[in-house]
C-alpha cells in the first residue's frame, strides 16, 4: 500500500522532470513510509526509497512501523540534519534534480541543501502529497472511524459527570484522559473546553472559569488513532431550562450545521458547502460573528485540505473525510458550535457518512 | 521592559543595514511583543513597532497580553497570512531593507514576501532574538521558578500514590492534570513515564506499559507558567529493595548530574559542562549508550540554546537557565536519567540556583 502511494508520487514528481523527491514533512513522510521516528525524512530515490532517521525506529506505536519495502538509514550523528544527510545521499546517488517541500523547508534549511550538494537542482515538489492524501482509502478511513468511536465514548462519559463548578482546564484534562483510556494514542488536537461568555468559540483555549448554571458549555475534541485524527463539537446548557435565546440560537447552528452536512456530495465545490451553513446563519444577522471557513479536511493531520469555506477553490470527491462545524458566538454572552466529522460518499451509498454520532439535541445537563 | 528588547533588537538590525525586521517565530514575537494571539507577527518598523494579528487577541492568559508600547493591526482576513501582511505594511511605509527569520519562514513563505513587495529588499535576521533570549532577566527567572516549584508539587504527589499496575500513559496524564491543579497553564512539553526496559530513554514516549515490582520508572515533566518552561527527571525503583545494578547504575548517572551541575558557572565552555558529566559514564564504559547532548537552555521554549554537548561553541554567562540531564539506557534492561533546571550564578552568588529541588536520592516506592 505505502509503495503503491510512493509509486504514485514518483510518477508525479517524474513528470515535473525530477528523478527523486525529498519529503519532510512529517504527516505527509507518515504517509509515504507507514511510520517514521521523529525527525527522519523519506528520501524516493531513482532506484530504491530511502528512510533517514536521526535515530533507530524505537517501535513507538504513536510513531508507527515503516513498510518494510524501505532502506532504513540512521544517522551517526543524531544532533545533525536527515534533510541534509538524505541531500548527500542523492548527490552520492548520481541524482540531478530533486523535488523539496519548500512549504515545509525553512529558508535557512533548504540553503543548508544546496551547499552540501551544490550541483543538484533543488525543484519545488509543491503540495503533491497533500493532494494525494486529500482522498482516503479504505484503511485510513477505518482508522477515522475508531478514532471517532473513541471520542463519542469520551464525550458520552464526560455527560454522565458533574459539571457544574469545574473548570474549563479540568474538564478538557478529564476529556483527554478518558479519550486515552478508550485507546487513543492520544488526544488529536488541544480539546477545547469553553463556558459561558466563551462558549461557542472556536479554539477557544481552556481556563480557570467555572461552569455554572445556565452556561452555554461547548467542548470540542478528538482522538488520535494510529494517526489519524477526528473532531467533534458539542453545545450543551447547564440547568434545568435553557434561556429561549439559547435555544432559538442552538436551533439556528444545528440548521446550518445539518444544512452543510447535506451538502456533502461528490461533485460540490467546497465553497458551497460553506455557503450553504453560512448562508443560514448570514439571513439570521450573524455574519459578522461567523468563523472565516465551516469546515476542513481531516486525517494524518487535524487541519488538512479541503477548506470549506467562501474562496476555497475545488469540489468533493468521494472518500474525503471533512468536518462540518458552524458556530456563532455573541460577544459577553456565548455562544454555539456544533461539529462533526462525516466521509463524502455517493448518494447511492447512503450519501455522507456520519462518524461521531453523539446526539445533536440540545441537551441540559 | 519589552521595549527596551525591541530596542536593543533595532540596534542589532540596524548595524547589519535594515531599518526594520519581521519577527515570526511565535516564541520570539513573545519575547519583544510580551504577549501575542496565536499566529501574530512582529514588525519592528522605523517608525513604530507593529504586532500583526489574524485576529483580535483574546486575553487568554495563555498568550499573554501585548505590550502597550506596540501598535496593534488585526487583519480583515484571517485566514490570511500576518507575515505577508506585514510585509506589506512595511512598504507602505517606505521601508528599503526588512529582516526577516530565515530559520523559521519556509522557502514558499519567504517567495510570498518578496512576491508582495518586489523592491523590498529581504535580508536575514538570523538568530538574532534566540541569541538576546539566552540570557534571561529576573522576572523570566522568578517565572522559571515558579514553573520548577509546580514541577516539584505535581511530583511529589505522584510520590505518595500506588504506581505499581498503572501504565505510562496514565501516568503521564496524571502528572499533567497536577501541573494544571497547582497553577500550571499546561505542560512545558509532553510529559515522559517510562517503566522497566523503557527507563532511562531520553524523550520516551509513554505507552501501555504497565509499572512492575523492580521496574526503574523514570519521569520527565515541566510547567509551562506564563509562557517560561521547566524540566525535571527523576529515575526510582518500584519495590522494596532496588537490585545492585540498579544502585550502582543510579549512583554513577548521580556523580555525572552532579559533576554537570558543578561545572555550572560563569565563563565556563558549554562543552567543558557536557564533558564533565559524560567522561564520567565514559569511564564506566557507557560512552555507546549516551544521549548527544547532556543539557540545554530553556525559557519561553522548552529547547533553547545553549546547548550542553561535545561541539558545542561559546560559553556560560550568568542568568542562564539550563537543564542538566545525563542518563544512561541499558537495552532490554532500562536505565537512569536524572534531570534538573538550574540558574548559572556568579560562585560569589552561590553558585548555580537549582530550581527542581525533589529529591535525588534513589527511593524505592
Redesign the interface.
Known amino acids: 500500500m505505502y509503495g503503491v502511494r510512493r509509486g504514485r508520487l514518483r510518477d508525479r514528481c517524474a513528470a515535473t522532470g525530477s528523478a527523486a523527491a525529498l519529503i519532510s514533512r512529517p504527516a505527509n513522510v507518515r504517509y509515504l513510509a507507514g511510520g517514521a521516528p521523529p525527525g527522519a525524512v523519506l528520501l524516493l530515490g531513482p532506484a530504491d526509497d530511502v528512510l533517514v532517521c536521526p535515530r533507530k525506529p524505537?517501535g513507538?506505536?504513536?510513531d508507527g512501523r515503516p513498510d518494510e519495502g524501505l532502506r532504513l538509514v540512521v544517522m551517526q550523528?543524531?544532533?545533525g540534519d536527515a534533510a541534509v544527510a538524505a541531500t548527500e545521499l542523492a548527490r552520492t546517488e548520481g541524482v540531478e534534480s530533486l523535488a523539496v517541500e519548500?512549504?515545509?523547508?525553512?529558508?535557512?534549511?533548504?540553503?543548508a541543501l544546496g551547499s552540501v550538494a551544490p550541483r543538484l537542482r533543488l525543484a519545488?515538489l509543491g503540495l503533491a502529497v497533500e493532494q494525494q492524501r486529500i482522498v482516503k482509502d479504505e484503511d485510513e478511513i477505518a482508522c477515522l472511524r475508531i478514532a471517532a468511536e473513541i471520542t463519542d465514548q469520551a464525550l458520552g462519559e464526560l455527560l454522565e459527570s458533574i459539571l457544574v463548578g469545574r473548570t474549563e482546564?479540568?474538564l478538557a484534562?478529564e476529556l483527554?484522559?478518558r479519550l486515552?483510556d478508550h485507546g487513543a494514542d492520544g488526544p488529536a488536537f488541544a480539546t477545547s473546553v469553553a463556558t459561558g461568555p466563551n462558549s461557542g468559540?472556536t479554539g477557544?483555549?481552556p481556563?480557570d472559569r467555572r461552569v455554572e448554571e445556565g452556561d452555554f458549555l461547548s467542548v470540542c475534541l478528538g482522538a488520535n488513532y494510529r494517526g489519524y485524527r477526528c473532531e467533534i463539537g458539542r453545545t450543551f446548557v447547564i440547568g434545568t431550562t435553557p434561556a429561549d435565546w439559547q435555544i432559538e440560537l442552538y436551533e439556528l447552528v444545528f440548521a446550518a450545521q445539518r444544512a452543510g452536512r447535506e451538502a456533502l456530495l461528490p461533485g460540490t465545490a467546497y465553497r458551497d458547502v460553506d455557503h450553504a451553513a453560512r448562508q443560514i446563519l448570514d439571513v439570521a444577522g450573524h455574519g459578522e460573528e461567523l468563523?472565516?471557513?465551516t469546515g476542513h479536511g481531516v486525517g494524518l493531520e487535524i487541519d488538512e485540505d479541503p477548506?470549506l469555506?467562501p474562496a476555497a477553490m475545488g469540489k468533493l470527491d468521494a472518500c474525503v473525510p471533512v468536518t462540518v462545524e458552524p458556530g456563532v458566538h455573541l460577544p459577553g454572552r456565548g455562544g454555539v458550535r456544533i461539529d462533526d466529522t462525516l466521509v463524502v460518499r455517493q448518494e447511492a451509498d447512503g450519501g455522507p457518512e456520519l462518524l461521531t454520532i453523539t446526539t445533536k439535541e440540545l441537551l441540559a445537563l
Chains 1, 2 share one sequence.
Open positions: 524505537t513507538d506505536p504513536a550523528t543524531p544532533a519548500e512549504h515545509h523547508l525553512t529558508v535557512a534549511r533548504h540553503r519545488d482546564r479540568h484534562l483527554e484522559r486515552v468559540r477557544h483555549r481556563g468563523p472565516p471557513r477548506q469555506a
